[in-house]
């Protein structure tokens, strides 16, 4: 007979007379038999509770069914015996007519279930909230270690009332193994959050699963075995405990066990691009590309390749986020757009790619501060601190130990400097064609130098702004212009200056101050010059101005003046007023 411990069963008991024919039943009997228990397997368990006191009445006819339940589990021997049978008239009785009437069966008892009890951190301070996607359900992270206990017990009918909770129930002290007596666990997992993952090392193919209850797997008289695991995966898991024991399948218990989260974030080695000028912005100057990547990893790991797998298919309310962290020591803005940053589900990783960060020149009013380089090789570079703030609905932080962080200076800060495009002022014979050195230029600390770097900036004649500083015919506009348009080379190259006198005309001799248009902002005129007219477009690259003329930043111009010699001669017009723009 195989039972469940605890479980209620009819039982029908039959009192039989043999003989050479056969059996027959003995309809006449009546009587309460003696019933006894033996446990056989295991040999050092104990005997239990057994329910089962069959009554044979007369309205039996020798056949009664009872109601049969065992509190252990085990191998038992259930003996009948009746002393005071009266076999008279039944072949082979004594002559006195007593006999004793003897019975017995054997039951192969087994618990309900190994019930998932207790599953908590490893030092026991936080209990499984058995949760998946909810905002309060996280438990513990990736890779830390959990227990878990697990308890044989009673099937419900053995209480009249319920405990309420399973782990309340009596166990079944015999489940243990001995010599010839296997008693058996077996776990497996699965993936309970998010619908799409892995299972890591719970994966079956890796975690086989299989334990076996001893003798000192107790609490008191309480059998409960205790098993340490870990999960180097994020999400939910649903645990199931099984066993077969004397050839029957137990009750299956499951639990969910989570949400796993993340014990730390890393963030890999980040990118400032910027094509064509070795990476180096100047203050200002949007970044063409700052890639940023952050990997959730699990506690102990720090191999980026390893990251967590299934973090990416959170729901984004549980996913952490990401800010700006500012370095305290730099007054100069930066600005990052982390809120573009994603998760995806197509990349274990968080990234960031923004063609709009920069870090800024500092202004007061219209006037830009000359700093030194950030975070170049430039002997006089400073070093910045700026970096990621990460925020979450689990925990976060970007260390693997204690005491957690909330946030991460950059591994590499962004590279930039104080830059300006300067042209030289130029002299020559009116209706002559002048050609201006023009260079990009950065602010090393001491000095302006050429930045040999920039194969980007680029200048377009058409764009300009000019005024009259002095002109023979006293004129108040010029038809000077710049001609030419391009792109440095190692941070430099050179425009063309003229006249733009009319056809026929004789060229003037004057001296007028062109713009090249960076910005779309005219320049300011000092009190008493003469008007500024601006043409064309600009190129769009603010960063390039410099405050040339104490009036605010402003494009880079040139002092050109024609008519510096007089015809051939070369002998110099000295002293006339405003020649040389002074």
Known sequence: QSVIAGKEYDVTAKVLACNDNGTTVVTSYTGTPTVAHTLNQPTSGVDGVLGYSPV???????????????????????????????????????????????????????????????????????????????????????????????????????????????????TTYNYFTETGHITPLKLTFELAYPNTGILSNLDPSNFPGDYSFISGDKVGNVRQKTVNLSWQEAGALNLKSDAAYYGENLQQDTQVIGRFYPKYFIQDINEWIVADQNNVAYLSQPYDSAIHKVYPMASGQSDTTKALNNYRFFSSTLQAEFGVLDDSNVDNDFLLDTTSGTWDPSRV????????????????????????????????????????????????????????????????????????????????NSGATLIIPLRAEFWNGSDFVVNTDDDKSTFNGANYCKQVIWHSESKTTTNALFNGSGTVSDGEDDINASQNTPSGADSPREQARLWLRMEDDNPSKKTGENDISCLGSNEGQSWLRYNWQQLGDEDPSTVVTFGIYRGNDRVIYRGESGLTGQ
């Open 56 to 170: 044979f009445s007369s309205d039996d006819k020798g056949i009664t069914q009872d109601t049969f339940s065992i509190s252990e589990s085990g191998l038992f021997t259930i003996k009948l015996t009746d002393s005071s049978f009266d076999c008279t008239g039944i072949s082979g009785c004594p002559t006195d007519g007593n006999g004793q009437l003897t019975g017995s069966f054997d039951v192969e008892s087994r618990p309900w279930k190994l019930a998932i009890c207790d599953v908590e951190n490893i030092d026991g301070t936080i209990v499984n909230p058995a949760e998946t996607d909810d905002i309060n359900g996280g438990f513990i992270s990736a890779g830390s270690s959990f227990k878990a206990s697990f308890k044989p017990i009673v099937h419900p009918d053995f209480y009249t009332t319920l405990p309420v909770d399973e782990c309340n129930y009596q």
């Open 349 to 428: 990783n968080w990234l960031l790619d923004d063609d709009n960060a920069m870090l800024k020149r500092h202004t007061t009013g219209n006037v830009s501060r000359k700093d030194r380089p950030f975070n170049t090789s430039d002997g006089s570079s400073t070093v910045t601190n700026f970096g990621l703030t990460v925020t979450g609905t689990d925990p976060v932080s970007f260390t693997d130990s204690d005491p957690v962080t909330n946030s991460a200076a950059f591994p590499v800060q962004p590279p930039a400097r104080y830059g300006r495009m300067a042209l030289d002022d130029i002299g020559g």
